[in-house]
């Protein structure tokens, strides 16, 4: 059996080459993306140890609201300084004020400039040593004066000399560029940072808003003493309410924050993986399938002879695994290599730089590869491996028939795991996942849905393929490729189910993006009363504010009637982080949104008072004349008061607070302004007087309804792509099944294809024929995508419907170029087996067994 199993796999070795190259794929994505995220994170650690080289004790105060990474640091009395300098057991202290995101610089195309996520730093210049390295000027000395890490400068294109605007708790303010500076080991950046760095006293008050106060102290211990001796005597000098670390102690917590963050990272693109894997189990179950079929004298001689149906089954689960070993090897390998590509290129055009670990490769990255790519080839061989069991020796006597599947029980099983699925959804979208992870049910549902549509699919593939072949019924190899796609519906689903699972998903994430936008759009045109919105687009991780005051002065023009103002930030009532707004003036905001008291009041909303939803309200047990404790990110925490609960509005939700409390927020700039204009005036010259405003925050613009739907929505076009692109491996493996199919179908009905082209068919006919075929395949799947990723998508939005997402949208444009591409698909696919069969030889296909 094994000389016979052997045999077998060479004579059909180009016949699993598909297969082979699906399981690559999948594997080249598992193990790229965990050698990706296995090398950013240890260039990053690495990183983190080189700050900190310099570095023994750090001394700060906890965050009062503590947010993570980008904490808002909180600050501490600049006097602490003088009594750690001293100490006699340090040697150099060094006190600074610095915050992430502090300090947007202003381009020279007048726009802010933008890091791809990294920060953009404000801190004060404390002078170049072994690690900061001042390259060209000096360091700032007057209040108008800074110095920009060499990173800013190049891709900016200051240099020393030239005027600058930055923006920080302050709109925009004009600095000239006395110096610029890089760091140890010729670097331009760390991670594709930007700095600005000010005087002592620029930087509390632009950064912190205090005077006389610091972020944090770096100490460097005197001779003889280790930093945890530095660190125990400064706790005691200090006390419990300041965080003395040592620099080891703030390596590792910076690469827990890192490795935190890539966890993430890692979680989506192995779920993309998974799905490119998943997606190449239709693809080995059918080229199984298919040999199966083709091999059944073989199989049924071997049955004859003696062999068991367990031998059988050894048989072909064996060839299954030499596929799979053979190309989940070859997998890790490329997936190595691959992954060490996608972290030079990210270090080169995205991380600014930052110098890469030398290439390791996890054990993790390695068993996860070669399990997952093993396990999917021979689970997805299992059921030829039984089917080829079945087979009875009497069949050695008789023609090779593929037949027609009994199809009953695939239907019955199909829908058995498609309800479980929607169960499992509809559980996670309404909370009633039960403990654990609800992200966790969702996918299984998803999961699960799929595999049920999957085996559904064989009972509609006559109804809808004699429908979509009408389209070809007026040529004769259009007719025949029709027939021919239905002739194994089995076959054909599995095949189509390869790409209705890439584009169902993608549809059905664009079906949920277009429906938050069409939702926010019916929110902001037929509930909210506004003519003119001021904001900006979001592109770091803090929402872009401007100048209170333009709030003041546009409430004074003439044609404005009423101007709301709202700010934002994270707080912890009750000990609980939530979302908070402080709003200008709650009564134009009633007006503006149409909100309804639903308790108390929500009118004159004042310093220490809260309005609340009364969802939120419920889910907190909260009722009006209720006290919370309230800590902002800046000053102590106080007790509020519950004075209004208000329904759930389209476009607001959540804790509200009064203005007077913005001074207590991170950022005490508005991030939204909503302008009313006054009967009869002139929009455009209301826009044009408060764009003039705005000059000094060229973060924020005004725009009207529309021109904010767009600016707001622009992060989920850019959403939509990257699925998109994430995607197109499932779509690529699908591709290949199609192809595999084709082909084998092709070696399947050799003999046939002779007998055509005896009685005249033509090479062209034949041709044809085959790409008619392939279309109606590759139609046949993008149609089951769509429609499932329509159904997938209308069922997540209604399960959002309490989260404001209540109107449903269709991504039309989308799910018509997926119909498009379904077409273009089935033409590629064809190109490789249709040529093939048109060169078959006519004497020798009509001889062929």
Excluded: C
């Amino acid at each position: 059996m094994i000389r016979a199993t052997l045999s077998s796999l060479r004579a059909h070795k180009m016949r699993l080459l598909m297969s082979a190259i699906s399981v690559v794929l999948g594997v080249l994505a598992v193990t790229g993306s965990l050698v990706l995220t296995d090398t950013l994170r240890r260039s990053y650690s690495a990183m983190f140890n080189d700050v900190y080289d310099y570095v023994d004790v750090s001394v700060s105060v906890p965050p009062r609201v503590d947010t993570g990474y980008l904490a808002a640091p909180a600050t501490m009395p600049a006097s602490v300084l003088d009594q750690l300098r001293d100490l006699p057991q340090v040697a150099k202290a060094t006190g600074n004020v610095s915050t992430q995101d502090g300090a947007r610089v202003v381009g020279r195309d007048g726009k802010v400039v933008t890091t791809l996520g990294a920060p953009r730093i404000g801190l004060n210049w404390t002078g170049d040593d072994e690690f900061v390295d001042l390259r060209t000027g000096r360091g700032p000395i007057a209040e108008d004066e800074v110095a920009i890490n060499a990173g800013l400068a190049e891709t900016t294109g200051y240099t020393v000399g030239d005027r600058i605007g930055v923006l920080t708790l302050a709109p925009r303010r004009t600095f000239t560029v006395v110096g610029v500076f890089g760091y140890s080991g010729n670097r331009d950046s760390l991670a594709g940072e930007t700095i600005v760095a000010f005087t002592l006293p620029a930087a509390q008050q632009l950064l912190a808003g205090e005077k006389n106060v610091l972020t944090s102290i770096d100490l460097v211990a005197a001779a003889g003493v280790s930093s945890d001796q530095l660190r125990a005597v400064v706790a005691g000098r200090l006390g419990p309410s300041y965080r003395v670390q040592t620099a080891a102690e703030l390596s590792r917590q910076a690469s827990e924050s890192v490795d935190q963050g890539f966890r993430f990272f890692d979680y989506i693109l192995l779920g993309f993986a998974f799905v490119a894997l998943f997606v190449g189990v239709f693809l080995i179950l059918n080229t199984f399938s298919i040999i199966v079929v083709q091999r059944l004298r073989e199989l049924a001689l071997l049955r004859a002879m003696g062999a068991s149906r367990a031998q059988v089954i050894g048989s072909v689960e064996t060839e299954a695994l030499i596929v799979g070993v053979v190309s989940s090897v070859t997998g890790v390998l490329l997936g190595v290599g691959v992954g060490r590509l996608l972290a030079w290129l990210y270090s080169t055009y995205l991380g600014g730089g930052v110098d890469l670990a030398p290439l390791n490769v996890p054990p993790a990255a390695v068993l996860a590869g070669l399990g997952m790519g093993i396990a999917v080839t021979m689970l997805a061989a299992l059921a030829p491996a039984l089917r080829a069991a079945r087979i009875p020796p009497v069949a050695a006597l008789r023609e090779s028939d593929a037949g027609a599947d009994r199809l009953s029980r695939i239907t019955v099983a199909g829908a058995v795991l498609t309800l479980a699925g929607a169960a499992l959804l509809a559980a996670g979208l309404t909370d009633h996942a039960g403990p654990g992870n609800p992200l966790v049910v969702l996918l299984g549902g998803v999961l699960l849905i799929l595999s049920g549509v999957a085996l559904l699919t064989p009972a509609l593939v006559r109804p809808v393929l004699v429908a979509l072949g009408t389209v070809f019924a007026w040529w004769t190899p259009g007719r025949l490729g029709a027939r021919n796609s239905a002739r194994q519906p089995r076959r054909t689903a599995i095949t189509a189910a390869a790409l209705m699972v890439g584009i169902s998903l993608v549809v059905g994430i664009g079906v949920v993006l277009t429906s938050v936008s069409k939702s926010f759009d019916q929110a902001l045109g037929n509930r909210i009363k506004v003519d003119l919105i001021i904001a900006g687009e979001q592109t770091g991780p803090l929402p872009p504010t401007f100048d209170g005051s333009v709030l003041d002065r546009a409430r004074r023009m003439p044609d404005v009637a009423t101007v709301l103002g709202f700010a934002t930030d994270i707080a912890l009532l009750d000990g609980e982080q939530a979302t908070i707004g402080a709003v200008t003036d709650s009564t134009a905001m009633r007006s503006t949104f149409g909100m309804r008291t639903a308790a108390g009041t929500i009118d004159g909303l004042g310093a220490g008072q809260l309005l609340v939803d009364e969802r939120t309200a419920a889910a907190a047990a909260r009722n009006v004349g209720d006290r919370v404790r309230v800590q902002l990110t800046k000053g102590d925490a106080r007790t509020f008061t519950i004075v209004g609960i208000y329904t759930q509005t389209p476009g607001l939700s959540g804790w509200l607070t009064g203005d007077a409390e913005r001074k207590n927020f991170r950022t005490a700039n508005p991030s939204t302004g909503f302008v009313r204009l006054a009967p009869g005036a002139s929009e455009p010259a209301v826009h044009a007087r408060i764009a003039d405003l705005l000059s000094d925050s060229p973060e924020a613009t005004v725009s009207d309804r529309s021109g904010y739907l767009r600016q707001q929505t622009r992060v989920l076009d850019s959403l939509r792509a990257m699925v998109q692109v994430l995607m197109a491996l499932a779509i690529i493996i699908a591709v290949l099944g199609i192809v595999n199919t084709l082909a084998l179908s092709v070696i399947e009905r050799t003999r046939e294809l002779g007998l055509l082209r005896a009685i005249g068919l033509r090479r062209g006919q034949v041709v044809g024929m085959i790409g008619v075929e392939s279309v109606l395949i590759s139609v046949f799947g993008a149609l089951l995508g769509v429609v499932l990723g329509v159904l997938l998508g209308a069922a997540t939005v209604q399960g959002l419907h309490d989260q404001g997402i209540d109107a449903l949208g269709l991504p039309w444009g989308q799910m018509a170029a997926y119909l498009v591409l379904g077409v273009a698909i089935g033409v590629v696919a064809s190109i490789a087996p249709a040529v093939r069969a048109a060169r078959l030889n006519v004497l020798t296909a009509v001889a062929y067994e």
